[in-house]
Protein backbone atom coordinates (compact mmCIF):
# COMPACT_ATOMS: atom_id res chain seq x y z
CA UNK A 1 0.00 0.00 0.00
CA UNK A 2 1.30 3.59 -1.01
CA UNK A 3 3.05 5.15 2.17
CA UNK A 4 0.58 8.14 3.87
CA UNK A 5 -2.80 6.12 2.65
CA UNK A 6 -4.86 5.17 5.52
CA UNK A 7 -6.69 1.75 5.00
CA UNK A 8 -10.70 1.19 4.94
CA UNK A 9 -10.65 1.13 8.88
CA UNK A 10 -8.89 3.81 9.60
CA UNK A 11 -10.34 7.36 9.79
CA UNK A 12 -9.35 10.70 11.02
CA UNK A 13 -9.53 11.76 14.29
CA UNK A 14 -12.69 13.62 14.99
CA UNK A 15 -12.47 17.47 15.85
CA UNK A 16 -15.74 18.01 16.50
CA UNK A 17 -18.32 16.01 18.66
CA UNK A 18 -22.00 15.46 16.61
CA UNK A 19 -23.84 18.63 16.98
CA UNK A 20 -27.80 18.47 17.47
CA UNK A 21 -28.44 22.08 15.88
CA UNK A 22 -25.41 24.21 14.15
CA UNK A 23 -25.35 27.63 15.84
CA UNK A 24 -25.43 30.02 12.72
CA UNK A 25 -26.13 34.11 12.96
CA UNK A 26 -28.58 35.38 10.65
CA UNK A 27 -28.92 39.01 9.20
CA UNK A 28 -32.17 40.01 8.65
CA UNK A 29 -31.55 43.92 8.87
CA UNK A 30 -34.46 45.14 5.44
CA UNK A 31 -35.49 41.68 5.34
CA UNK A 32 -38.90 40.52 5.29
CA UNK A 33 -40.53 37.92 7.71
CA UNK A 34 -43.76 36.41 8.63
CA UNK A 35 -45.49 35.80 11.45
CA UNK A 36 -48.76 33.32 11.59
CA UNK A 37 -50.82 34.17 14.47
CA UNK A 38 -51.73 36.36 16.67
CA UNK A 39 -51.08 34.49 20.22
CA UNK A 40 -48.50 35.73 22.85
CA UNK A 41 -45.85 33.35 22.02
CA UNK A 42 -45.86 34.24 18.89
CA UNK A 43 -45.71 38.10 19.54
CA UNK A 44 -42.23 37.09 21.12
CA UNK A 45 -41.19 35.68 18.36
CA UNK A 46 -41.99 38.79 16.05
CA UNK A 47 -40.20 41.20 18.66
CA UNK A 48 -37.03 38.84 18.70
CA UNK A 49 -37.36 39.51 14.93
CA UNK A 50 -38.59 43.44 14.50
CA UNK A 51 -34.97 43.45 16.87
CA UNK A 52 -33.00 41.85 14.78
CA UNK A 53 -33.78 44.88 11.75
CA UNK A 54 -36.72 42.33 10.31
CA UNK A 55 -39.70 44.16 8.65
CA UNK A 56 -42.50 41.49 10.50
CA UNK A 57 -45.77 40.59 8.66
CA UNK A 58 -48.28 39.15 11.04
CA UNK A 59 -51.34 37.35 9.63
CA UNK A 60 -53.78 37.17 12.16
CA UNK A 61 -57.55 37.25 12.13
CA UNK A 62 -57.01 37.97 16.18
CA UNK A 63 -54.31 39.21 17.92
CA UNK A 64 -53.97 39.39 21.60
CA UNK A 65 -52.81 41.73 24.19
CA UNK A 66 -49.23 41.73 23.56
CA UNK A 67 -49.27 41.51 20.29
CA UNK A 68 -51.39 44.23 19.78
CA UNK A 69 -49.20 46.23 22.75
CA UNK A 70 -46.00 45.07 20.36
CA UNK A 71 -47.97 46.17 16.65
CA UNK A 72 -48.30 49.52 18.08
CA UNK A 73 -44.91 49.89 19.16
CA UNK A 74 -43.22 48.42 16.69
CA UNK A 75 -45.41 50.68 13.96
CA UNK A 76 -42.65 51.16 11.95
CA UNK A 77 -40.91 47.21 11.46
CA UNK A 78 -44.31 45.55 11.62
CA UNK A 79 -47.96 44.84 10.20
CA UNK A 80 -50.97 43.15 10.27
CA UNK A 81 -53.04 41.30 8.09
CA UNK A 82 -56.36 40.73 9.69
CA UNK A 83 -56.29 37.21 7.89
CA UNK A 84 -55.30 33.46 7.53
CA UNK A 85 -51.81 33.14 5.97
CA UNK A 86 -51.96 31.80 2.11
CA UNK A 87 -49.33 30.46 0.10
CA UNK A 88 -48.59 33.46 -1.65
CA UNK A 89 -48.12 35.63 1.58
CA UNK A 90 -44.62 33.44 2.24
CA UNK A 91 -43.06 34.39 -1.26
CA UNK A 92 -39.77 36.52 -0.67
CA UNK A 93 -39.57 36.36 3.26
CA UNK A 94 -35.97 35.63 4.33
CA UNK A 95 -37.97 33.64 7.41
CA UNK A 96 -41.58 32.24 8.05
CA UNK A 97 -42.74 31.10 11.94
CA UNK A 98 -46.22 30.20 13.02
CA UNK A 99 -47.70 29.25 16.14
CA UNK A 100 -50.11 26.46 15.30
CA UNK A 101 -52.82 24.37 16.75
CA UNK A 102 -52.52 21.49 15.41
CA UNK A 103 -49.63 18.87 13.59
CA UNK A 104 -51.77 19.08 10.58
CA UNK A 105 -51.64 23.40 10.91
CA UNK A 106 -47.34 23.35 11.19
CA UNK A 107 -46.70 20.40 8.12
CA UNK A 108 -49.25 22.46 5.85
CA UNK A 109 -47.81 26.01 7.08
CA UNK A 110 -44.14 24.07 6.98
CA UNK A 111 -44.59 22.26 3.40
CA UNK A 112 -46.13 26.28 2.00
CA UNK A 113 -43.02 28.08 3.67
CA UNK A 114 -40.37 25.40 2.20
CA UNK A 115 -41.92 25.58 -1.28
CA UNK A 116 -41.81 29.37 -1.45
CA UNK A 117 -37.47 29.01 -0.51
CA UNK A 118 -38.22 30.56 3.10
CA UNK A 119 -36.73 29.02 6.43
CA UNK A 120 -39.64 27.75 8.65
CA UNK A 121 -40.63 27.77 12.56
CA UNK A 122 -43.24 26.50 14.49
CA UNK A 123 -42.86 27.51 17.35
CA UNK A 124 -43.09 24.27 20.16
CA UNK A 125 -42.54 21.73 17.13
CA UNK A 126 -39.52 20.94 16.28
CA UNK A 127 -40.66 18.33 14.35
CA UNK A 128 -41.37 21.00 11.32
CA UNK A 129 -38.99 23.13 12.02
CA UNK A 130 -36.05 24.47 10.01
CA UNK A 131 -34.65 26.53 12.51
CA UNK A 132 -35.43 26.64 16.34
CA UNK A 133 -35.20 29.83 18.39
CA UNK A 134 -32.97 29.55 21.60
CA UNK A 135 -32.32 31.12 24.58
CA UNK A 136 -30.22 34.28 24.20
CA UNK A 137 -27.80 36.63 26.32
CA UNK A 138 -28.03 40.07 24.52
CA UNK A 139 -24.86 42.14 24.89
CA UNK A 140 -25.40 43.14 21.53
CA UNK A 141 -23.20 43.44 19.11
CA UNK A 142 -22.18 40.63 21.24
CA UNK A 143 -25.23 37.97 21.09
CA UNK A 144 -24.84 34.15 22.41
CA UNK A 145 -27.33 31.50 21.60
CA UNK A 146 -28.37 28.57 23.28
CA UNK A 147 -30.10 25.91 22.13
CA UNK A 148 -31.45 22.18 23.41
CA UNK A 149 -33.05 21.56 20.45
CA UNK A 150 -36.22 21.64 21.29
CA UNK A 151 -35.96 19.23 24.21
CA UNK A 152 -35.79 21.40 27.16
CA UNK A 153 -36.63 25.53 26.76
CA UNK A 154 -36.48 25.96 30.73
CA UNK A 155 -33.03 24.00 30.82
CA UNK A 156 -31.72 27.01 28.21
CA UNK A 157 -33.23 29.48 30.13
CA UNK A 158 -31.46 28.32 33.13
CA UNK A 159 -28.00 28.01 31.48
CA UNK A 160 -28.95 31.51 29.80
CA UNK A 161 -29.41 33.26 33.55
CA UNK A 162 -25.95 31.66 34.73
CA UNK A 163 -24.10 33.43 31.78
CA UNK A 164 -25.99 36.38 32.47
CA UNK A 165 -24.24 36.39 35.66
CA UNK A 166 -20.72 36.43 33.96
CA UNK A 167 -21.25 39.28 31.38
CA UNK A 168 -21.14 42.38 32.63
CA UNK A 169 -24.04 44.64 30.90
CA UNK A 170 -21.08 47.23 30.23
CA UNK A 171 -19.80 44.67 27.88
CA UNK A 172 -22.19 46.01 25.19
CA UNK A 173 -20.48 48.80 25.07
CA UNK A 174 -17.23 47.70 24.97
CA UNK A 175 -18.14 45.49 21.93
CA UNK A 176 -19.20 48.27 20.00
CA UNK A 177 -16.01 50.18 21.03
CA UNK A 178 -13.92 47.21 19.46
CA UNK A 179 -15.89 47.53 16.01
CA UNK A 180 -14.81 51.16 15.66
CA UNK A 181 -11.46 50.52 16.63
CA UNK A 182 -10.53 47.69 14.18
CA UNK A 183 -9.56 50.01 11.15
CA UNK A 184 -7.45 52.11 13.93
CA UNK A 185 -6.08 48.97 15.58
CA UNK A 186 -4.59 47.32 12.11
CA UNK A 187 -3.41 50.38 11.00
CA UNK A 188 -1.31 51.42 14.17
CA UNK A 189 0.01 47.48 14.82
CA UNK A 190 0.89 46.09 12.06
CA UNK A 191 2.36 43.37 12.82
CA UNK A 192 -0.29 40.18 13.98
CA UNK A 193 0.80 39.56 17.44
CA UNK A 194 0.99 43.21 18.44
CA UNK A 195 -2.34 43.17 17.49
CA UNK A 196 -3.59 40.16 19.48
CA UNK A 197 -1.30 41.29 22.74
CA UNK A 198 -4.21 44.62 22.02
CA UNK A 199 -7.12 42.69 22.00
CA UNK A 200 -6.39 40.41 24.90
CA UNK A 201 -5.83 43.65 27.17
CA UNK A 202 -8.60 45.24 25.35
CA UNK A 203 -11.02 42.15 26.89
CA UNK A 204 -9.20 41.84 30.04
CA UNK A 205 -10.64 45.61 30.40
CA UNK A 206 -14.10 44.96 29.17
CA UNK A 207 -14.60 41.78 31.72
CA UNK A 208 -14.37 44.40 35.02
CA UNK A 209 -17.18 45.58 34.18
CA UNK A 210 -16.01 49.36 34.19
CA UNK A 211 -17.84 51.94 31.29
CA UNK A 212 -16.71 51.98 27.98
CA UNK A 213 -14.09 54.96 27.78
CA UNK A 214 -15.90 58.13 25.93
CA UNK A 215 -12.98 58.65 23.95
CA UNK A 216 -11.65 55.74 21.76
CA UNK A 217 -8.24 57.10 20.96
CA UNK A 218 -7.64 56.98 25.03
CA UNK A 219 -8.41 53.61 25.42
CA UNK A 220 -5.97 52.72 22.06
CA UNK A 221 -2.75 54.28 23.96
CA UNK A 222 -4.25 53.17 27.34
CA UNK A 223 -4.15 49.40 26.15
CA UNK A 224 -0.45 49.25 24.62
CA UNK A 225 0.72 50.81 27.65
CA UNK A 226 2.02 48.34 30.29
CA UNK A 227 -0.49 46.51 32.35
CA UNK A 228 -0.73 47.79 35.95
CA UNK A 229 -1.29 45.50 38.51
CA UNK A 230 -3.73 45.86 41.29
CA UNK A 231 -5.15 43.72 44.28
CA UNK A 232 -8.39 42.69 44.74
CA UNK A 233 -9.60 41.20 48.41
CA UNK A 234 -12.67 38.61 47.47
CA UNK A 235 -14.78 37.34 50.34
CA UNK A 236 -15.25 33.90 49.47
CA UNK A 237 -18.30 33.82 51.62
CA UNK A 238 -19.26 30.49 53.57
CA UNK A 239 -18.06 27.95 50.84
CA UNK A 240 -21.33 27.37 49.06
CA UNK A 241 -20.51 29.05 45.62
CA UNK A 242 -24.09 30.00 44.74
CA UNK A 243 -23.46 32.16 47.47
CA UNK A 244 -21.06 34.35 45.82
CA UNK A 245 -21.60 38.00 44.55
CA UNK A 246 -21.47 38.88 41.43
CA UNK A 247 -18.74 41.04 41.58
CA UNK A 248 -16.92 38.02 43.10
CA UNK A 249 -17.68 35.59 40.23
CA UNK A 250 -16.29 38.49 38.11
CA UNK A 251 -13.50 39.07 40.20
CA UNK A 252 -12.27 35.18 39.89
CA UNK A 253 -13.04 35.12 36.23
CA UNK A 254 -10.52 37.95 35.40
CA UNK A 255 -7.80 36.85 37.69
CA UNK A 256 -3.80 36.37 36.97
CA UNK A 257 -3.45 35.05 40.24
CA UNK A 258 -5.59 33.60 43.26
CA UNK A 259 -4.38 33.43 46.58
CA UNK A 260 -6.56 31.60 48.64
CA UNK A 261 -7.03 30.89 52.49
CA UNK A 262 -7.14 27.05 53.41
CA UNK A 263 -11.18 27.40 54.54
CA UNK A 264 -11.79 28.10 50.84
CA UNK A 265 -13.62 25.27 49.29
CA UNK A 266 -13.16 23.77 46.03
CA UNK A 267 -16.45 24.44 44.53
CA UNK A 268 -15.65 28.29 44.66
CA UNK A 269 -12.19 27.77 43.00
CA UNK A 270 -14.01 25.97 40.16
CA UNK A 271 -15.34 29.53 38.64
CA UNK A 272 -11.83 30.92 38.76
CA UNK A 273 -10.18 31.59 35.41
CA UNK A 274 -8.62 28.83 34.05
CA UNK A 275 -5.81 30.16 33.33
CA UNK A 276 -5.47 31.99 36.68
CA UNK A 277 -2.15 30.54 38.83
CA UNK A 278 -3.86 29.03 42.21
CA UNK A 279 -1.90 29.62 45.74
CA UNK A 280 -2.97 27.92 48.74
CA UNK A 281 -2.02 30.85 51.77
CA UNK A 282 -3.95 29.29 54.30
CA UNK A 283 -3.73 30.37 58.14
CA UNK A 284 -5.16 28.38 60.93
CA UNK A 285 -4.76 28.42 64.85
CA UNK A 286 -2.52 25.81 65.97
CA UNK A 287 -1.15 24.93 62.86
CA UNK A 288 2.00 25.11 59.98
CA UNK A 289 0.30 28.01 58.43
CA UNK A 290 1.90 31.06 55.94
CA UNK A 291 2.86 33.82 57.79
CA UNK A 292 1.13 37.34 57.21
CA UNK A 293 3.97 39.20 56.26
CA UNK A 294 5.10 36.44 53.49
CA UNK A 295 1.68 36.77 52.25
CA UNK A 296 1.45 40.85 51.85
CA UNK A 297 4.47 40.68 50.45
CA UNK A 298 4.01 37.98 47.78
CA UNK A 299 0.73 40.53 47.28
CA UNK A 300 2.93 43.52 46.34
CA UNK A 301 5.39 41.27 44.31
CA UNK A 302 2.61 39.88 42.25
CA UNK A 303 1.21 43.38 41.64
CA UNK A 304 4.38 45.12 40.65
CA UNK A 305 4.94 42.52 37.86
CA UNK A 306 1.13 44.07 36.56
CA UNK A 307 -0.76 40.97 37.86
CA UNK A 308 -4.23 40.83 39.10
CA UNK A 309 -4.71 39.55 41.97
CA UNK A 310 -7.56 38.05 44.00
CA UNK A 311 -6.96 37.60 47.72
CA UNK A 312 -9.69 35.11 48.48
CA UNK A 313 -10.92 35.05 51.65
CA UNK A 314 -13.91 32.17 53.37
CA UNK A 315 -16.34 34.72 54.48
CA UNK A 316 -15.82 38.35 54.72
CA UNK A 317 -12.88 40.18 54.11
CA UNK A 318 -13.22 42.53 56.67
CA UNK A 319 -14.38 40.79 59.76
CA UNK A 320 -11.75 38.75 61.60
CA UNK A 321 -9.52 38.37 58.47
CA UNK A 322 -6.35 40.97 58.87
CA UNK A 323 -7.77 42.76 55.74
CA UNK A 324 -7.10 46.71 57.21
CA UNK A 325 -3.44 45.50 57.37
CA UNK A 326 -2.90 43.75 53.97
CA UNK A 327 -4.74 46.77 52.53
CA UNK A 328 -2.79 49.71 54.21
CA UNK A 329 0.61 47.88 52.94
CA UNK A 330 -0.58 47.65 49.76
CA UNK A 331 -1.27 51.09 49.42
CA UNK A 332 1.52 52.02 51.24
CA UNK A 333 3.63 50.08 48.27
CA UNK A 334 0.99 51.99 45.44
CA UNK A 335 -0.78 49.08 44.46
CA UNK A 336 -4.68 49.73 44.36
CA UNK A 337 -6.41 47.97 45.91
CA UNK A 338 -10.49 47.15 45.85
CA UNK A 339 -12.83 44.88 48.54
CA UNK A 340 -15.70 42.64 47.44
CA UNK A 341 -18.15 41.98 49.99
CA UNK A 342 -19.03 38.31 51.18
CA UNK A 343 -21.13 36.62 53.17
CA UNK A 344 -19.61 36.56 57.29
CA UNK A 345 -19.73 33.23 58.86
CA UNK A 346 -22.83 34.22 61.49
CA UNK A 347 -24.90 35.06 58.52
CA UNK A 348 -24.43 31.05 56.83
CA UNK A 349 -24.87 30.17 60.78
CA UNK A 350 -28.38 31.93 61.33
CA UNK A 351 -29.30 30.48 57.65
CA UNK A 352 -28.48 26.93 58.24
CA UNK A 353 -30.50 26.79 61.90
CA UNK A 354 -33.23 29.25 60.77
CA UNK A 355 -32.51 31.85 63.22
CA UNK A 356 -32.95 35.17 63.23
CA UNK A 357 -29.76 36.62 65.51
CA UNK A 358 -31.77 40.17 65.63
CA UNK A 359 -35.42 38.85 66.78
CA UNK A 360 -37.16 41.76 68.48
CA UNK A 361 -38.20 39.31 71.16
CA UNK A 362 -34.81 38.18 72.41
CA UNK A 363 -31.96 40.34 71.10
CA UNK A 364 -31.74 44.03 70.68
CA UNK A 365 -27.97 43.96 69.54
CA UNK A 366 -25.64 41.37 67.65
CA UNK A 367 -22.09 41.64 68.48
CA UNK A 368 -19.26 39.24 66.55
CA UNK A 369 -16.47 38.58 68.67
CA UNK A 370 -12.95 36.92 68.29
CA UNK A 371 -12.10 33.99 70.51
CA UNK A 372 -8.65 33.81 69.95
CA UNK A 373 -6.23 36.68 70.00
CA UNK A 374 -2.17 37.13 69.18
CA UNK A 375 -1.06 34.47 71.68
CA UNK A 376 -3.68 31.96 70.66
CA UNK A 377 -5.63 32.99 74.00
CA UNK A 378 -8.55 35.32 74.60
CA UNK A 379 -7.90 39.01 74.15
CA UNK A 380 -7.05 41.26 77.53
CA UNK A 381 -8.91 43.42 76.23
CA UNK A 382 -12.51 42.07 75.67
CA UNK A 383 -15.57 44.16 77.35
CA UNK A 384 -16.94 41.06 79.62
CA UNK A 385 -19.34 43.20 81.22
CA UNK A 386 -21.00 44.68 77.75
CA UNK A 387 -20.69 41.01 76.33
CA UNK A 388 -22.46 40.08 79.57
CA UNK A 389 -25.91 42.15 78.43
CA UNK A 390 -28.92 39.17 78.16
CA UNK A 391 -30.44 41.50 75.25
CA UNK A 392 -27.86 40.38 73.10
CA UNK A 393 -27.08 38.11 70.42
CA UNK A 394 -23.05 36.83 70.55
CA UNK A 395 -21.29 35.12 67.77
CA UNK A 396 -17.93 34.12 68.62
CA UNK A 397 -15.20 33.76 65.48
CA UNK A 398 -12.37 30.90 65.90
CA UNK A 399 -13.26 30.24 69.76
CA UNK A 400 -13.02 26.57 69.69
CA UNK A 401 -9.78 26.46 72.12
CA UNK A 402 -11.00 29.06 74.13
CA UNK A 403 -15.12 27.96 74.56
CA UNK A 404 -14.31 26.78 78.51
CA UNK A 405 -13.19 30.17 79.42
CA UNK A 406 -15.43 32.70 77.43
CA UNK A 407 -18.58 30.95 79.32
CA UNK A 408 -16.85 31.27 82.70
CA UNK A 409 -16.12 35.34 81.91
CA UNK A 410 -19.64 35.59 80.91
CA UNK A 411 -20.99 33.81 83.68
CA UNK A 412 -18.90 35.29 86.25
CA UNK A 413 -20.61 38.93 84.89
CA UNK A 414 -23.97 37.28 85.63
CA UNK A 415 -25.03 35.53 82.33
CA UNK A 416 -27.33 33.00 83.37
CA UNK A 417 -25.74 29.49 83.34
CA UNK A 418 -28.48 28.50 81.28
CA UNK A 419 -28.54 31.12 78.42
CA UNK A 420 -29.08 29.00 75.18
CA UNK A 421 -25.89 28.42 73.23
CA UNK A 422 -25.52 26.77 69.85
CA UNK A 423 -21.95 25.56 67.93
CA UNK A 424 -21.98 25.03 64.55
CA UNK A 425 -18.38 23.39 63.05
CA UNK A 426 -17.88 23.41 59.02
CA UNK A 427 -20.18 25.78 57.81
CA UNK A 428 -21.76 24.37 54.27
CA UNK A 429 -19.71 21.44 54.45
CA UNK A 430 -21.16 18.00 54.35
CA UNK A 431 -19.31 16.97 57.60
CA UNK A 432 -20.67 20.09 59.20
CA UNK A 433 -21.96 19.35 62.48
CA UNK A 434 -24.38 21.62 65.28
CA UNK A 435 -24.70 21.53 68.97
CA UNK A 436 -27.51 22.48 70.80
CA UNK A 437 -27.23 23.33 74.28
CA UNK A 438 -26.51 25.89 76.98
CA UNK A 439 -23.85 28.78 78.07
CA UNK A 440 -22.66 26.30 81.40
CA UNK A 441 -22.56 23.13 79.38
CA UNK A 442 -20.85 25.04 76.08
CA UNK A 443 -17.21 23.27 76.71
CA UNK A 444 -18.50 19.77 76.86
CA UNK A 445 -20.51 21.34 73.72
CA UNK A 446 -17.11 22.00 71.82
CA UNK A 447 -15.81 18.45 73.15
CA UNK A 448 -18.07 16.90 71.36
CA UNK A 449 -18.02 18.19 68.54
CA UNK A 450 -15.01 17.65 65.54
CA UNK A 451 -11.98 19.77 66.48
CA UNK A 452 -10.78 19.56 62.95
CA UNK A 453 -13.42 21.72 61.32
CA UNK A 454 -13.82 25.93 62.02
CA UNK A 455 -15.67 26.22 65.37
CA UNK A 456 -18.48 29.11 65.28
CA UNK A 457 -20.29 29.63 68.62
CA UNK A 458 -23.32 31.69 69.26
CA UNK A 459 -25.05 32.56 72.57
CA UNK A 460 -28.11 34.62 73.20
CA UNK A 461 -31.66 33.87 73.55
CA UNK A 462 -32.01 33.61 70.16
CA UNK A 463 -30.69 30.19 69.92
CA UNK A 464 -33.94 28.97 72.48
CA UNK A 465 -35.80 26.50 70.98
CA UNK A 466 -33.30 25.01 68.90
CA UNK A 467 -32.31 21.48 71.59
CA UNK A 468 -31.69 18.27 69.72
CA UNK A 469 -29.09 15.54 70.55
CA UNK A 470 -25.53 17.00 71.30
CA UNK A 471 -22.83 17.21 68.20
CA UNK A 472 -26.15 15.84 66.01
CA UNK A 473 -25.32 15.89 62.13
CA UNK A 474 -27.32 18.88 60.57
CA UNK A 475 -30.06 18.18 58.57
CA UNK A 476 -28.62 17.32 55.00
CA UNK A 477 -30.86 20.26 53.13
CA UNK A 478 -29.00 22.54 55.48
CA UNK A 479 -25.79 21.77 54.68
CA UNK A 480 -26.42 22.13 50.73
CA UNK A 481 -27.82 25.05 51.51
Partial sequence: MQAGLRTPSESAPARMAPLARLPLFVDLHGKRAIIAGGTDAAAWKAELLAAAGAHVDVFA?????????????????????????????????????????????????????????????????????????????????????????????VLGQAIRRRIETLLPPAL??????????????????????????????????????????????????????????????????????????LKAVRALQSADVILFDDLVSDEVLELARREARRMLVGKRGGRASCRQQDITDLMIGLAQQGKRVVRLKSGDPMIFGR???????????????????????????????????THRDCAQSLRLVTGHGHAGDLPATMDWRGLADPHTTLIFYMAG??????????????????????????????????????????????????????????????????????AAALPAAARAG
Fill in 401 to 470: RTAPAIAQRLMAEDLAADTPASIVTGIGRAAGQSWHGTLDTLGAGVAATDGDLPVLIGIGRAFAGLAVPA
Fill in 323 to 357: AGEEIAELRAAGIAVNVVPGITAALAMAAELGVSL
Fill in 172 to 245: SGWAALAKSLRTAVRARLPLPAQRRAFWERFADRAFTGAPRPADARLDLSVCTQPQAGHVTLVGAGPGEAELLT
Fill in 61 to 153: DESGDQMSALLTRESASMSLHRHAWTAPDLAGAALAVADARTDEEAASFAAAARAAGTAVNVIDRPAFCDVQFGSIVNRSPVVIGISTDGAAP
